[in-house]
C-alpha cells in the first residue's frame, strides 16, 4: 500500500505543474544549457509515460536480481555481465538509429563528461552497489529510493538550468520524502528482533 503512495506522489510529481514557485533564479548556470530548447507544452504526456516505464522496469530488474543473488551470490560479477551485454546491444541499437559519425564525437567536453559520469558513476558504481543492497537489505528497501531520482532532477534542473520550480514538483517531492521515510521506519520497526517469552515469563503473567 505504500508502494503504491509513493507511485502517487511520483505521478503528481510527473504530470501536475501547477503554478510557478516564485523563489527567483539559481546563481550557477551551464553556459552549454543557453542552445537547450525549453518548451514546456512538449513531452507532456510521453515524458511521464516514460518515467512509468522506467520505474516499471527498474522493480521488475531489482526482483530479478533478488532472485538471482539466491543461485549466484556474486553481485560485482553480474552486474560487470549484465553492463557488457547492454553496452553491446546499446552500441548496436545506437549505430541503427544514429548512423552519422558525427554524432558520436564527444566534443565539446560536456560530452565527454556526461559519458565518462554515466559510465563510472551512474552504470558501474550504481548498479553494484544497487546490487549489493538488494543482497544484503533485499529489492523493497532499494526500490523505495527510486523516486528520489526525480527530486533530484527537479533541483538540479533548477539548479544548473535555470528551470522553473512548480508547485507540483514541490508537493510531490515532499510527498515523496515523506512516503520513503515511512517505508524506511516500517521496515526498522520490522528488523528489530522480537523478544521470546520464555517459560518463567509466561509463569509470571
Known amino acids: 500500500m505504500i508502494l503504491i503512495t509513493i507511485t502517487n506522489f511520483t505521478m503528481t510529481l510527473s504530470m501536475y505543474h501547477g503554478p510557478v514557485v516564485p523563489i527567483g533564479q539559481s546563481a550557477l548556470h551551464l553556459h552549454s544549457a543557453n542552445n537547450a530548447v525549453n518548451d514546456s507544452t512538449r513531452g507532456t504526456i510521453i515524458g511521464p509515460l516514460l518515467v512509468i516505464i522506467s520505474a516499471l522496469t527498474w522493480a521488475i530488474w531489482f526482483i530479478i536480481q533478488a532472485k538471482m543473488g539466491n543461485f549466484y551470490p556474486a553481485p560485482y560479477s553480474s552486474s560487470a555481465l549484465m553492463l557488457g551485454m547492454a553496452t553491446v546491444e546499446c552500441s548496436i541499437i545506437g549505430v541503427i538509429i544514429v548512423p552519422h559519425k558525427q554524432e558520436w564525437s564527444l566534443f565539446p567536453a560536456i560530452r565527454f563528461a556526461a559519458c565518462l559520469y554515466g559510465g563510472v558513476a551512474c552504470s558501474g558504481i550504481g ?35 535555470r528551470e522553473k520550480l512548480y508547485l507540483g514538483t514541490v508537493l510531490g517531492s515532499v510527498l515523496i520524502v515523506i512516503g520513503l521515510y515511512t517505508v524506511l521506519w516500517g521496515k ?18
Open 127 to 161: 548498479v553494484c552497489m544497487m546490487s549489493w543492497c538488494i543482497q544484503r537489505k533485499g529489492a523493497l528497501f532499494v526500490s523505495v529510493f527510486s523516486p528520489l531520482l526525480l527530486v533530484i532532477v527537479a533541483v538540479l534542473s533548477w539548479a544548473f538550468l
Open 188 to 205: 526498522s520497526k520490522e528488523m528489530e528482533p522480537h523478544k521470546v517469552d520464555t517459560p518463567e515469563d509466561i509463569e509470571m503473567h
